[in-house]
């Protein structure tokens, strides 16, 4: 298969979605320069660097004189540790899923929600509702980078495409959340089970036919005391968790 030079040095260059960061460029000269010491005979790359005006272009250049040495070019992309999807269209495969890894995916709950002081305390807690009814089923947050400035979508899009449950944090109207809910909700092919988990006195009247689990805020009383306002929260906590229970039976079929 054909090496797509270009899409390499894009790659290189942290210019090739998914993939933003930049290759080092010291690294990629010592790397060549050792691998192909005629073709990059001392001043070489200081010739490259004079004629080209982006990192990009250099990293091109510089493999374009590899073309003809097929065989050193395609050690060179190896010894780059080059992605497969970067070396050129033809290299494209479907990643292959394993029976273990299909397996935990299909037990799994996808929780889309702001990345704030709460999300570790709720996650927490529907855990250890499926711990304790439901086992075998896992609550998982999507692990997000960003680099360079750029948002990884490609990183949501696959969390959003992976699980056959979600349950959406969808309180104070958080808008990573609601494009995420859009996203699942739009995409035809895919057959997840969606629920909203939203405060108590939140309405959202254009789903009023989805599954809505209730997280009734505690209000504090001014001047009560610690144990009433901890007495307080821990029934509203018994009757979350007894509603998503009662969710959870109908979810998770």
């Known amino acids: 298969m054909k090496i797509d030079i270009n899409r390499v040095a894009a790659y290189l260059a942290g210019n090739f979605p998914p ?33 080209t005006d982006s990192l990009q272009s250099f990293f091109s250049e510089s493999l374009n004189l590899l073309k003809n040495h097929t ?39 996808g929780f889309i929600t702001p990345f704030d002081g709460e999300k570790v305390i709720t996650e927490n807690f529907i855990q250890e509702i499926l ?13 997000l980078k960003e680099e360079n400035g750029r ?7 696959n969390f959003l495409q992976k699980y056959p449950v979600y349950i959406a944090d969808i309180r104070g109207g958080n808008m990573n959340v609601a494009l995420e ?11 997840c089970k969606v629920a909203l988990f939203l ?6 009247s254009d789903l009023q036919g989805m599954i809505r ?34 969710q959870f039976e109908s979810l998770l079929k």
């Open 19 to 51: 993939y933003y960061e930049t290759f080092p460029k010291i690294e990629f000269i010592l790397k060549l320069s050792a691998k192909a010491e005629k073709v990059f005979p001392n001043g070489r790359f200081d010739l490259i660097e004079k004629h």
């Open 71 to 109: 065989e050193l070019l395609q050690e060179i992309i190896d010894d780059l540790e080059i992605p497969i999807e970067a070396r050129g269209s033809d290299f494209i495969q479907p990643k292959v899923v394993s029976t273990k890894e299909k397996q935990v995916e299909e037990k799994t709950i």
């Open 131 to 143: 711990d304790e009814k439901f086992k075998g089923w896992s609550i998982k947050v999507a692990t």
């Open 151 to 157: 948002f990884l979508w490609n990183s949501i899009e």
């Open 181 to 191: 809910v859009g996203y699942l909700l739009g995409d035809r092919k895919n057959n």
């Open 199 to 204: 405060d108590e006195n939140e309405k959202i």
């Open 213 to 246: 689990i209730s997280k009734k805020q505690n209000e504090t009383i001014a001047g009560a005391s610690e144990s009433k306002a901890l007495d307080a929260q821990k029934e509203i906590n018994e009757k979350l968790k007894e509603e998503l229970i009662t």
